[in-house]
């Protein structure tokens, strides 16, 4: 998409905030093959080291000075450089892109507003917050949850169609966003984290990353379980970690993992996850948040992709059955909360703030603290039931699937997320799965010539039959053989099963 940019760089617009007098220091953009060239021109020779040395450290790319003249150096930023998680700067198509403040404009020059050269042309002045990505005014006044995208049809078009939807329904229902941003931006590139990921910043702005191999396979199954949802939980996050946000002492699991629930509830709620579907995925979390903390509970648990998303998600379920009970629910909480640490001053959050809105509005959650503080599963089942939904605990059976799937792809995949879902042809692995060896979204329907999906006992009963044998052993993914390394298969682990997640009201099941 690099060698499609126009001239005339629009950066992208990220938030609205009080102008004062430009900078001192001149910004220059102008892309590159591989990303993005950003000139730098300081009042004086001494202000230019000082910011070389501030952008080199916050960056860690090399910056160069122009020999001709003291004032000036510059950056080359690739289209995979990135300052934890977010990338430092990011085209979204149109010749608009997004830029990592932080990394690149250290606390904006000490100004509320930055000028910007675009490719050499007239600078225009861009808003600038420390924390956020670079903001600059469009010239035409941007709608809530406008995509910023050219593209309208693909994943641009489908996250614009679904996010003016959720946002109505994220605003009914938690009130005024407290980020200023309404911009969403989509940025397909190969040097995306793993087939579509997103991040929000503090003033709201949310940027999509997405490989191009999976805008390619884009189909009506992959929106409504992928795309939608991931959306979903990236605009609740707009109230919930951008100008209001949790204090360090609060876990990750419970702003995360509040965020993932939501991009499930929505989808559930506007028909995109039938009751069935959102209780097995629902149940599937349950499982690895289990394998993962054992019966210690989640607050003896550390940090991880497992414990921050899929624990957090089944307590913000759990919490949310509590308070059903009592004519609330998690919407409802969470708006106490948010305006609660709005009203503060600090815009923060913290444990003391959780407990205070729970006592303040005469709710009690002992199934939520229940599956905090650990305990045996025939007490979280019994409390499940006695919260208004309905789970069973399969001690016998055990969870084949996850004992079969779970080594092989440690043994064989670059990551540590193997979630899946069941579907008729496969089991489908999550899209954060980084799995070279397999096809993208690879979909797994038969392991050592065992149908997986209908009989995951025979599957591995097989598996481990070929790997005492050999050292590799074949599963069909995508219609195609693909060999895998042999790993170690434990026996199975009692499974969680939830038959009845408490939410069906005016939900339809699939047909």
């Not at 998690?330 to 006592?359: M, P, Q």
Request: overall charge negative; glycine content about 10%.
């Amino acid at each position: 998409m690099f060698d499609k940019i126009c001239s005339a760089v629009v950066i992208a617009a990220c938030a609205i905030v009080a102008a004062c007098s430009s900078s001192p220091v001149a910004v220059d953009l102008s892309p590159s093959q591989d990303g993005v060239r950003l000139d730098y021109r300081a009042p004086d020779a001494e202000t230019a080291v000082r910011l070389s040395a501030e952008i080199g450290a916050a960056s860690g790319l090399e910056t160069v000075h122009d020999p001709s003249d003291a004032r000036r150096f510059s950056v080359e930023v690739g289209r995979d450089a990135r300052r934890s998680m977010y990338p430092l700067a990011a085209s979204v198509g149109g010749g608009r892109w997004f830029i990592y403040a932080p990394g690149l404009l250290p606390q904006c020059f000490g100004r509320n507003e930055v000028r910007i050269g675009l490719a050499g042309g007239a600078a225009s002045s861009a808003s600038c917050e420390p924390d956020a990505y670079l903001i600059a005014h469009l010239k035409n006044q941007t709608p809530p949850g406008a995509v910023l995208s050219p593209e309208r049809e693909g994943v641009g078009g489908a996250i614009e169609i679904a996010a003016v939807q959720s946002l109505e329904l994220l605003s009914e229902r938690l009130g005024p966003a407290p980020g200023s941003s309404h911009v969403i931006g989509v940025s397909v590139t190969p040097d995306a984290p793993s087939g579509i990921v997103a991040h929000v910043d503090r003033e709201g702005a949310v940027l999509f990353e997405v490989r191009p191999s999976f805008e390619a396979g884009l189909n009506a199954d992959v929106l409504r379980t992928q795309v939608r949802p991931l959306l979903r939980h990236e605009l609740f996050h707009r109230w919930n970690m951008t100008r209001v946000a949790a204090d360090d002492g609060v876990p990750t699991w419970f702003y995360e993992g509040a965020a993932e629930y939501t991009g499930g509830l929505i989808s559930l709620e506007v028909g995109d996850f039938s009751a069935v579907e959102y209780e097995w995925v629902l149940g599937a979390m349950l499982n690895r948040c289990r394998v993962a903390t054992g019966a210690a509970g989640l607050e003896a648990a550390g940090q991880g992709r497992v414990y921050d998303y899929d624990c957090g998600a089944v307590a913000s379920w759990l919490l949310d059955l509590d308070l059903r009970r009592q004519g609330a629910d998690h919407y409802a909480f969470w708006r106490a909360l948010v305006s609660r640490a709005a009203r503060s001053g600090t815009g923060r959050y913290g444990r003391d703030d959780i407990d205070a809105v729970l006592e303040q509005m005469g709710w009690d959650a002992p199934t939520w603290r229940l599956f905090l503080k650990g305990g045996s599963p025939e007490r979280l089942v019994e409390a499940v039931g006695a919260a208004g939904g309905a789970i069973v605990h399969e001690g016998a059976a055990g969870d084949y699937r996850i004992a079969l799937l779970h080594p092989l792809l440690a043994a064989n995949c670059e990551s540590a997320s193997y979630g899946f879902f069941d579907e008729p042809a496969g089991v489908t692995l999550d899209v954060d799965t980084v799995c070279e060896v397999l096809p993208s979204r690879a979909r797994i329907s038969r392991v050592a010539g065992v149908d997986v999906a209908a009989d995951a006992r025979g599957a591995y009963l097989a598996a481990r039959r070929t790997c005492d044998q050999a050292k590799t052993l074949t599963i069909i993914a995508n219609d195609v053989p693909v060999v895998l390394q042999c790993a170690a298969l434990p026996e199975p682990t009692a499974s969680f099963r939830i038959l009845d997640a408490g939410l069906r009201e005016g939900v339809h099941d699939a047909v």
